[in-house]
């Protein structure tokens, strides 16, 4: 361990690797951690190497009771391309016989004012590198192995079984069953306001 006289003075390990010291993990004075990253710029910063699958992996949370090859919740590049970044949340279910896989709850204020209605208890929210719509790209697509099942498009349209929407706002690529269905043009839609008395 070594008290560092940086720009950011910290805490630094070193470990030896047979080839000399290496530095390992970094604790910046304003409380950043690095490990694989000389100067974090987060309160936690990970950095690792790319190469195969199982260095890929820059973080797993596991549970004592469990295998690690059982159950467990990795933050990882889902690449192994040379120079390429594709971040992937990995969670692997132990529940034998069961059908759970990972679970995303959002719990919030059971309200919906107006300016929030385009929010959720769980919002998912496609958009580009430079914080814009996007209007090119798939905002969601729902895969099976690689084969895509649903995808919703830029322009909100969704595709279910197809990834062309044909320009309509619902395409689906098979059968549907329905209670009911009322079609009216967008513009004699009913809003209805509720007032307690």
């Known amino acids: 361990m070594q008290l560092t006289g940086d720009a ?3 805490l630094a390990t070193w470990i030896n690797s047979g080839t000399g010291f290496v530095e390992r ?3 910046l004075s304003n409380g950043n951690v690095g490990i694989g990253q000389v100067l974090p710029a987060a309160k936690l910063h990970v950095t690792g190497v790319q190469g195969t699958t199982s260095s890929n992996v820059y973080a797993t949370f596991t549970q004592s009771n469990v295998a690690p090859g059982d159950g467990y919740l990795s933050l990882a590049n889902s690449t192994t391309a040379s120079g390429y970044y594709v971040p992937a949340i990995v969670g692997r279910t132990y529940m034998p016989g069961r059908s759970f896989g990972v679970a995303l709850i959002g719990e919030a204020d059971d309200v ?6 385009a929010i959720a208890a769980i919002t998912l929210d496609g958009r580009t590198k430079t914080a814009t719509q996007l209007t090119t790209n798939n905002v969601l697509s729902v895969n099976s192995y690689g084969v895509p099942l649903m995808q919703v498009k830029a322009n909100g349209n969704v595709g279910i079984g197809t990834t062309d929407t044909k320009g309509y706002k619902l395409a689906v690529n098979g059968s549907g069953i329905f209670t009911r269905v009322v079609v009216k043009s967008y513009a004699n839609w009913p ?7």
Do not use: E, N, T
């Open 25 to 27: 993990m970094r604790i």
């Open 191 to 197: 809003d209805f306001v509720f007032h307690s008395k």
């Open 8 to 10: 950011q003075p910290g």
């Open 112 to 117: 919906l004012p107006s300016y929030d209605a």
